[in-house]
């Protein structure tokens, strides 16, 4: 019989345990692509806002893009549907905010591996890097992992993928316009809009 500290994450490097962790998770902080100068800009919510109560609040929270080169700041509110507020869809190559491509982006496997931040590159490397991935109970159309593409989880592309979310994480400490990366432009992979996209009278609804 496992124990719980053995499918306890981090505890042995060649096993994963995931606990259903949405994407909507690592989207608090996401490093673009400065609309002005072409440097690393930050999005995240605009301060002052209240405490997050569920991780998917971060898809309807009004943002703000800084750019810490050239000190260009812009700002996004999400889009008023009668009572309601509609949220963003995460997934692609650009951050579902401003529209901006993402400044974590590397070409691997004749693809496109991006990660919104470096909390987001080492959570995927744990979980590219371990030989046993064990499910956890969320919905596979919810779970971060189950919705990754089949080549980023083939084992056969395993030191692929790592090297390429290595070159990420290297990426991630730079932030001047020449250190931005040649594949970090837009792809037109934005995701499709999903039903359950409206919040209204504190509840989500589809």
């Not at 969320?138 to 084992?155: I, N, Q, V, Y």
Request: proline letters at 8%.
């Amino acid at each position: 019989m496992v124990s719980a500290m053995e499918l306890e994450p981090g505890i042995d490097p060649d096993r994963h345990h995931d606990p259903g962790r949405w994407l909507a998770q690592f989207a608090g902080r996401i490093l673009v692509v400065c609309p002005r100068c072409g440097g690393c800009a930050v999005v995240v919510p605009r301060p002052g806002l209240p405490e997050l109560r569920y991780f998917s609040e971060l898809l309807f929270q009004p943002r703000r893009l800084t750019c810490g080169e050239c000190g260009a700041v812009a700002e996004w509110a999400p889009e008023l549907r009668g009572a309601g507020l509609v949220g963003v869809t995460l997934g692609g190559t650009e951050d579902p905010f401003f529209r901006r491509p993402l400044w974590l982006q590397t070409r691997c496997v004749s693809q496109i591996l991006w990660a919104y931040n470096e909390d987001h590159v080492d959570e995927l490397a744990a979980y590219v890097g371990a030989r046993l991935r064990e499910r956890g109970v969320a919905r596979p159309t919810m779970a971060m992992f189950a919705r990754l593409p089949r080549w980023m989880k083939a084992s056969g592309n395993r030191s692929d993928v790592l090297a390429g979310l290595e070159r990420l994480r290297v990426q991630s400490k730079r932030s001047t316009p020449a250190d931005r990366s040649d594949v970090a432009h837009e792809h037109g992979d934005r995701p499709r809009p999903h039903k359950s996209m409206l919040f209204r009278g504190g509840q989500y609804q589809t």
